[in-house]
């Protein structure tokens, strides 16, 4: 394992707050992006980065925030609009986000909504 | 807009019998087809993967084909064992950073 971690690994919100989870990475990779995973689907693009300090809306970003002023770091911000959070958060990255090539997930952040 | 469907659902097989899962996608200017093994609670990591340029490739026990044609990716498992037991995800990728993923196979192996 290594290489791309997230944190905290179980989070816990009360409706209203935001949350942010952490997403880093030390595989010198330019892409990192972020997926939503439901029970019983596929893994939903939310945001993505090709490149620091660039950043593009995935498929289902509403609700959702993100930041990359570090190679290493992207994190996700889970805002209070963000109407059913509760959901398994995985953060990949990529050596570039150019071409086709292999992502490597961290080990995912579980978000309960309370 | 791009989809990927992928099936079965579910799958049982018995311990040394061949699994097999497929995937058909809708971008014709899909070029890269990753597979994806996920345990329990754990990330997903990537098994074998295969270019628009190959039919086929193959790696210890599992292989997987490629149908550009009828855009039609397959997964092998042969000889299971129990440890396959997991989630299985396909995706398609068409030259840019966008995969396109699949809902999944769960896959039993029964000893």
């Known amino acids: 394992d290594g290489g791309i971690t997230q944190s905290p690994k179980y989070l816990f919100r009360k409706e209203g707050q935001n949350v942010t989870l952490s997403c880093e990475q030390n595989?010198?990779?330019?892409?990192m992006y972020w997926y939503r995973q439901d029970p019983g689907q596929g893994l939903r693009l939310i945001y993505y980065s090709q490149i620091v300090n660039d950043f593009q809306k995935g498929d289902i970003a509403e609700g959702y925030s993100v930041s990359r002023e570090k190679k290493e770091s992207f994190p996700l911000t889970v805002t209070s609009a963000q109407k059913n959070p509760t959901a398994f958060y995985l953060c990949?990255?990529?050596?570039?986000?150019?071409?086709?090539?292999?992502?490597?997930f961290g080990p995912g952040t579980r978000l309960t909504v309370l | 807009g791009e989809n990927v469907e992928q099936h079965p659902s579910t799958l049982s097989v018995q311990e040394g019998d061949s699994a097999v899962i497929k995937c058909t996608y809708s971008?014709?200017?899909?070029?890269?087809f990753p597979w994806y093994k996920q345990e329990l609670g754990k990330r997903p990591q990537l098994i074998i993967d295969i270019r628009s340029n190959v039919g086929e490739k193959k790696d210890q026990r599992i292989a997987v084909t490629l149908n550009k044609t009828a855009k039609h990716f397959s997964l092998h498992i042969t000889e299971t064992q129990p440890e396959d037991s997991a989630v299985y995800f396909c995706?398609?990728?068409?030259?840019?950073?966008?995969?396109?993923f699949g809902t999944g196979t769960r896959l039993k192996v029964l000893a």
């Open positions: 995706a398609a990728s068409g030259g840019t950073y966008k995969y396109i």
């Open positions: 990949a990255s990529s050596i570039s986000g150019f071409g086709s090539n292999e992502q490597f």
């Open positions: 595989l010198n990779h330019d892409a």
């Open positions: 971008d014709s200017a899909s070029n890269y």
